[in-house]
């Protein structure tokens, strides 16, 4: 099955500053990366997500890459603010007729003021 | 509506108490889950309703049994739990195709379990 690798587990950055998180996964057949953004004590929610097909997605301080041939993606996020402060999940689906996301272990990033 | 609606938000109960969790989507998606968190951990998947069949994590213990009513609704069944199945039990749902995922989950707001 899948596995999926994401570090670091924490991250903190002073605001403004860039926070970059990294993913790897295992199943080259995977075609779909999701990312979510769990705040404390709330469900987690999507806040990009790129298909294989495409090597970068971005949407305003948000963006997403992934280099299929190393299987890793990674997400950026630019201008920090403390409202960007949670606990962030990278995830993969496989495409050979799957319905399961495998996700990461988390990053907790803290955005100092 | 793009809301998956759980109830309880929160349920506490005693090891000997049978409870079921609720949940309920009107987005025409087919395939519907049960996710269990713990703290600080990723969401852990337990069972998915695809197309009317049902897949199993098989290191989910009996004592956790869904039910699909139908395609919008998932309930899951809490019979004997123990204190180490205290958790947020996530409900979620996708379009899909057939059986395969193939976009975005879309997570209720999760039922805070509460095991003594």
């Known amino acids: 099955g899948e596995n999926v690798e994401q570090h670091p587990s924490t991250l903190s950055v002073q605001e403004g500053d860039s926070a970059v998180i990294k993913c790897t996964y295992s199943?080259?057949?995977?075609?779909?990366f999701p990312w979510y953004k769990q705040e404390l004590g709330k469900r987690p929610q999507l806040i990009i997500d790129i298909r294989s097909n495409v090597g970068e997605k971005k949407d305003q301080r948000i963006a997403v890459t992934l280099n299929k041939t190393a299987k890793h993606f990674s997400l950026h996020i630019t201008e920090t603010q403390p409202e960007d402060s949670a606990v962030y999940f990278c995830a993969a689906i496989s495409g050979a007729g799957s319905y399961q996301l495998t996700f990461g272990k988390g990053t907790k990033l803290s955005v100092i003021p | 509506d793009t809301e998956v609606t759980q109830t309880p938000k929160h349920l506490v109960m005693g090891m000997t108490n049978k409870k079921s969790l609720k949940c309920e989507q009107h987005?025409?998606?087919?395939?519907m889950y049960w996710y269990k968190q713990k703290a600080k951990k990723p969401p852990e998947l337990m069972f998915v309703y695809s197309y009317e069949k049902l897949s199993i994590n098989e290191s989910v213990p009996s004592r956790f049994s869904p039910e699909c009513p139908n395609s919008s609704l998932l309930n899951l069944h809490l019979h004997a739990l123990q204190p180490e199945d205290s958790a947020l039990y996530l409900c979620?749902?996708?379009?899909?195709?057939?059986?395969?995922?193939?976009?975005?989950?879309?997570f209720g707001e999760g039922s805070r379990l509460t095991v003594l």
């Open positions: 979620a749902s996708s379009q899909g195709v057939r059986r395969v995922n193939t976009g975005e989950l879309f």
């Open positions: 199943d080259s057949a995977s075609n779909y």
């Open positions: 987005m025409g998606h087919r395939a």
